[in-house]
C-alpha cells in the first residue's frame, strides 16, 4: 500500500505506521478493488447499475412499483456495492462502526498533516495461476 504524507516527520511517527500497518492488513483481509469510489470504472457502474435493473424487474413483486422506487432501491444497491469494492467505503477491519476513511480522518486528526492513500496491489497464492503445478 502507497500512503502519502507531507512530511518525514509524520511519516516516522507511530500513528501514521500504524495506519498504513492496519490498512494493509484490511486490504489483504478484505480484498478492496479499488482506493476510491472515483477510480471505480463507468463500464463497471453502469454494469452493475444494469445488472441490478435486471434482476429487479425480473421479480414479480417489482412489477407495479414506479421507476423513481426502482432507483431508489437500485441506488441502496449501488452504495453496497461500492462498500464491497471501494477501501474508502469498506468497514475498517478492526472496528466495523468506522469506514476505512473515518480511520483516515482520525489519524489525519492526529498527526495534523493531510494524508491519502494513492494505491495498493494485493496478491494471493493461486489467484490468476491456470497451468496445473507440475509434479
Known amino acids: ?3 502519502n504524507c507531507e512530511t518525514d516527520f ?4 507511530d500513528a501514521f505506521r500504524d495506519f ?7 486490504i489483504a483481509n478484505l480484498s478492496p478493488q479499488y482506493v476510491s469510489r472515483e477510480d471505480v470504472p463507468a463500464s463497471a457502474i453502469e454494469y452493475e447499475r444494469s445488472m441490478q435493473l435486471r434482476i429487479l424487474k425480473d421479480d414479480p413483486k417489482n412489477a407495479n412499483k414506479p421507476e423513481e422506487i426502482l432507483e431508489r432501491i437500485i441506488e441502496g444497491r449501488m452504495d453496497k456495492f ?5 477501501l474508502m467505503e469498506q468497514s475498517f477491519i ?6 476505512v476513511s473515518d480511520i483516515l480522518q482520525g489519524t489525519v486528526a492526529e498527526v495534523g498533516e493531510s494524508i491519502q492513500i494513492a494505491r495498493f496491489a494485493r496478491f494471493a497464492l493461486g489467484e490468476g495461476d491456470d497451468e496445473p503445478a507440475e509434479e
Open 1 to 3: 500500500v502507497e500512503v
Open 20 to 26: 498504513v500497518r492496519d490498512v494493509a492488513l484490511h
Open 94 to 99: 478492526k472496528d466495523d462502526t468506522k469506514t
Open 82 to 86: 461500492f462498500a464491497d469494492m471501494v
Open 10 to 13: 509524520v511519516a516516522a511517527t
